[in-house]
C-alpha cells in the first residue's frame, strides 16, 4: 500500500511537474521583444505610466538590475533591492518578463575607497574612478565582494516568477588588465605551457634585443615587450581570463536559477563609431561555452547608411557562437546617437532583419534616455520627454506583428554551405604587422557574401564542423598552427572550395614567421610561392580581368610578387616591374579548389573573386538573382517550412520576382504563386512562408 502510495504520488508529481515544463517551454516558444529599463534612473515616478506604454507597444520583456550596484549595496554589507523588487512585481502583474543581470560591470565607490587595487592597471597605469569596466576582473577583493553581491541579490529574488533568466555582466572584456598580479598569473600560465625557458626562449625569439630570460624570477612585465610573440600570448591569456570571469559567474547563477531559465551575456564586437567585426579582446566561441543562449549588442548606422550588413554580421557570429542555435539581440538602437534617429520604416526594417538572421529576440537599449552623464545624448525608445514619438509608434507596430506571426518565425533554423574562418590570433598577429588591420579585411569580404545575398557562419579554428561547407573564405590567417593549415589542405583536396586573402599562412601560432617559402604549408593547395612582397604604389590589374572599371581595379595596401606553380593565374599585375608576377590565382587541388588573392582588392574585385569562387563551387543559386540593396535570408522554421524574408535596404522602392514554391505573405495572410511580382515601398520588407 505504500509502495502504491508513494508510485501515485510520483506520478501526479511528474504529471504537474511536467505540464508546468510544458506551459514554460510553450511561453518560450515567441519571439521576445524588449528593452532595458533603469527604474533607479528615473527623474520622477512613472513606473506605471512607463508599463502602459510597454504594453501599448507589445513589449513582453524587459532587462534590469545589470548596473546597479551601487544602488543595491549603497554601503558595504548593507543592501537595498526595494527598486528591483518594485519593477519585478510591476512587470510581473502586467505579464512582462524580466531578464536579471548581474550588477558587476560597474563598482560602488565604497569597494574602491577601501581596496584601490580593484580599479585595473594596464598599460597606461591605474585606471581612476568614474568610468564603467575600470576593474581587474581577476582581482580578490572585486571577486569577493562581486560574488556577494550576486549572491545577496540572488537570495531575494530567486523564487520571483517574472524572471525567465539572468545575463551574466555585460560586455565583458579584460579591460586591458596587466598589473603586478596579472603578470604573476601570466607567468604560471606560461610555466604550465612550456616548462623549459630554453624551449621558450626560442620558440618566442627571445634572444632578439636581449629579450632572453633565464630564470622564472626575471620574467619582466610585458606591459613594455617589443616582442609580437609574447604580446599575442598575453592577448591570448588575456581573452582566457574572460572565459574564465564569466565562467566564475555562470556557475553562481547556476546555484539559484530555475530549471526553465536560461544564463546569457551580451558580447559585443569591435567598435568603429558602431559594430564592425571580430571582437580582439574576447574568444566568443569559448566564453559562450558556459551559457544557455548567446546574446549580442548590435549597433550600427541608420538613416542614408543603413545597409543591414552590421545587423547580418553580428547575428551571423552569434549564432555560430553555439553551432547554428538561435541568440538574443540584447541591445540594439531604437534611436541612439543623434544622427541614428530612424527614418520611417527603418526600425521595422531593422527588428525583422535581427529576426532573419535567427534572433529569438529583439530589444532595445534602452526605454527612456537618460537626462545626464555619459549618455545623455545616446537616445532611447522614448526621449527625454518620455512622450510618445514616432520611433515608439513604430515599435508599437513591430510589436504587434511579432505577436501575431511570431510563432511563424521564432526558432528560425538557418543551413549554410558559406563559412568565413576567423581566428582571434590571426586578428592579434595581424594587428601587430598589419597593413591595416583585421577587421578591415574580413569585414570587406564578408561585406561582399552579403552584397550578393550568401548566407555565412562562422568558423574559427576550435571548430569541428569545418569539413560540412562547400566554400570556406579565409581572410589574412596570418597566424595558425601547421595542423589547421594541412586540415585545410585535406578540405580542398576533399573537393572543397577555399578563398585566401594575402598573408594567409605566413606566420606559426607564436606569431613567428615561418621559414618556409611563403604562403608555406598552404602553398601545396594553391600551387603558388613568393619571396618577396611590397606596398603597391599606382598598381592596377593587367586588362581590368574583372570588369569592375579603372577606379576599382587598382591594388591596395599590399601586394605579393606570387610565383604561379601550379596554379592557373587570374589576373596580373599592371606595372613595369612588377608585371611579370600573379595578383590573383586558383588552383585545382585533389577534387577541390583553392583561390588566393595576393593584394588589398576593392570591393568589386573582392565581389567579383567571390562570385567565381560560388560559381565554381555550385553555389549559385535563385537568391543570388537579386543583390543589395535587395536582401534575401531564408531558413526553416518550427513548423517544418521554408521561410524567405526580402528586405529593401534604400530609399525607393523595389520589386522582385520570387522563385520559390506557392507561399503566403505572413504581414498580410495573401496567397502568392512562383514568378509572382512582389513591390516593396522604401526601406520595405515582407516575408514569405512556403505552403
Not at 552569434?318 to 553551432?323: F, N, T
Not at 530612424?342 to 535567427?358: D, E, V
Not at 529583439?362 to 527625454?384: M, Q
Request: hydrophobic letters at 40%; charged letters at 20%.
Amino acid at each position: 500500500m505504500k509502495k502504491n502510495l508513494l508510485f501515485f504520488i510520483n506520478v501526479v508529481f511528474t504529471f504537474i511537474f511536467g505540464i508546468n515544463s510544458i506551459f514554460a517551454q510553450v511561453e518560450k516558444d515567441k519571439l521576445l521583444f524588449g528593452v532595458a529599463y533603469y527604474d533607479e534612473y528615473m527623474p520622477y515616478e512613472r513606473l506605471d505610466q512607463d508599463i502602459k506604454m510597454m504594453k501599448a507597444a507589445g513589449i513582453n520583456v524587459v532587462r534590469i538590475a545589470e548596473s546597479t550596484w551601487s544602488t543595491m549595496e549603497p554601503q558595504e554589507g548593507v543592501f537595498d533591492f526595494s527598486h528591483i523588487d518594485r519593477v519585478l512585481n510591476a512587470m510581473h502583474k502586467a505579464d512582462i518578463s524580466v531578464i536579471i543581470g548581474t550588477p558587476t560591470y560597474a563598482v560602488p565607490t565604497w569597494l574602491v575607497k577601501k581596496y584601490p587595487d580593484v580599479l585595473a592597471i594596464t598599460n597606461r597605469g591605474q585606471n581612476q574612478y568614474g568610468p564603467r569596466q575600470n576593474m581587474d576582473i581577476t582581482n580578490v577583493h572585486f571577486r569577493a565582494y562581486a560574488e556577494k553581491a550576486i549572491r545577496k541579490m540572488l537570495e531575494h529574488i530567486k523564487d520571483h516568477p517574472a524572471i525567465i533568466g539572468y545575463q551574466i555582466d555585460n560586455e565583458t572584456k579584460s579591460y586591458g588588465t596587466s598589473g603586478p598580479n596579472v603578470q604573476a598569473q601570466f607567468v604560471a600560465y606560461m610555466k604550465e605551457r612550456y616548462p623549459s625557458l630554453d624551449t621558450l626562449n626560442k620558440i618566442f625569439g627571445l634572444d632578439y634585443w636581449s629579450n632572453r630570460i633565464n630564470n622564472w624570477d626575471d620574467f619582466p612585465s610585458v606591459n613594455g615587450s617589443i616582442n609580437a610573440s609574447l604580446n599575442a600570448e598575453f592577448a591570448k591569456f588575456q581573452r582566457s581570463l574572460v572565459t574564465d570571469y564569466l565562467g566564475w559567474q555562470a556557475k553562481i547563477v547556476r546555484e539559484y536559477k530555475k530549471r526553465d531559465q536560461f544564463v546569457t551575456q551580451n558580447f559585443d564586437f569591435d567598435w568603429w563609431g558602431h559594430s564592425y567585426g571580430i571582437q580582439p579582446e574576447v574568444d566568443h566561441f569559448a566564453a559562450s561555452k558556459v551559457l544557455d543562449i548567446s546574446g549580442v549588442d548590435i549597433y550600427h548606422p541608420s538613416q542614408d547608411k543603413l545597409t543591414g550588413v552590421e545587423i547580418s554580421f553580428g547575428g551571423d557570429v552569434a549564432r555560430s557562437m553555439k553551432g547554428g542555435q538561435n541568440y538574443f539581440v540584447i541591445e540594439t538602437e531604437a534611436q541612439g546617437f543623434p544622427q541614428w534617429v530612424p527614418y520611417p520604416n527603418q526600425l521595422r526594417l531593422q527588428a525583422f532583419s535581427h529576426l532573419a538572421s535567427g534572433a529569438d529576440m529583439v530589444s532595445y537599449w534602452h526605454w527612456h534616455s537618460i537626462h545626464n552623464s555619459a549618455e545623455t545624448y545616446w537616445k532611447g525608445l522614448l526621449s527625454h520627454d518620455f512622450e510618445s514619438n514616432p520611433t515608439y509608434e513604430e515599435a508599437k507596430t513591430i510589436g504587434a506583428d511579432f505577436k501575431k506571426i511570431g510563432s511563424h518565425l521564432v526558432h528560425l533554423q538557418k543551413k549554410n554551405d558559406v563559412a568565413v574562418l576567423f581566428s582571434n590570433e590571426a586578428l592579434t598577429a595581424f594587428n601587430s604587422f598589419g597593413p591595416g588591420s583585421y577587421n578591415g579585411v574580413l569585414r570587406p569580404m564578408y561585406d561582399a557574401l552579403y552584397n550578393m545575398n550568401v548566407g555565412v557562419d562562422f568558423i574559427d579554428p576550435s571548430s569541428t564542423q569545418i569539413e560540412k561547407y562547400k566554400l570556406i573564405v579565409v581572410p589574412v590567417l596570418y597566424a595558425a598552427p601547421d595542423s589547421l593549415l594541412l586540415r585545410l589542405n585535406e578540405f580542398v583536396k576533399n573537393g572543397g572550395h577555399i578563398v585566401y586573402t594575402f598573408k594567409s599562412g605566413f606566420a606559426d601560432e607564436h606569431n613567428k614567421v615561418r621559414t618556409l617559402r611563403q604562403p608555406g604549408i598552404i602553398s601545396e593547395a594553391c600551387g603558388i610561392t613568393y619571396n618577396e612582397f611590397t606596398v603597391p604604389e599606382k598598381v592596377s590589374l593587367k586588362d581590368d580581368p574583372f570588369h569592375v572599371g579603372k577606379e576599382q581595379n587598382n591594388a591596395e595596401k599590399w601586394m605579393e610578387l606570387i610565383v604561379p606553380t601550379t596554379a592557373k593565374v587570374l589576373a596580373w599585375y599592371e606595372h613595369p616591374a612588377w608585371g611579370i608576377y600573379a595578383a590573383v590565382t586558383q588552383n585545382n587541388y585533389g577534387k577541390g579548389l583553392a583561390t588566393y588573392i595576393g593584394f588589398g582588392a576593392s570591393a568589386a574585385v573582392s565581389e567579383k573573386i567571390l562570385e567565381g569562387a560560388l560559381k565554381n563551387a555550385g553555389l549559385w543559386g535563385k537568391d543570388q538573382a537579386l543583390k543589395f540593396p535587395m536582401i534575401v535570408k531564408s531558413g526553416i522554421n518550427q513548423q517544418g517550412k521554408g521561410i524567405h524574408y526580402y528586405f529593401n535596404y534604400s530609399g525607393e522602392p523595389k520589386s522582385f520576382t520570387y522563385p520559390y514554391s506557392k507561399g503566403k505573405i505572413l504581414l498580410t495572410d495573401e496567397k502568392i504563386t512562383t514568378q509572382s511580382q512582389i513591390a516593396l515601398p522604401a526601406w520595405g520588407f515582407t516575408i514569405i512562408e512556403e505552403l
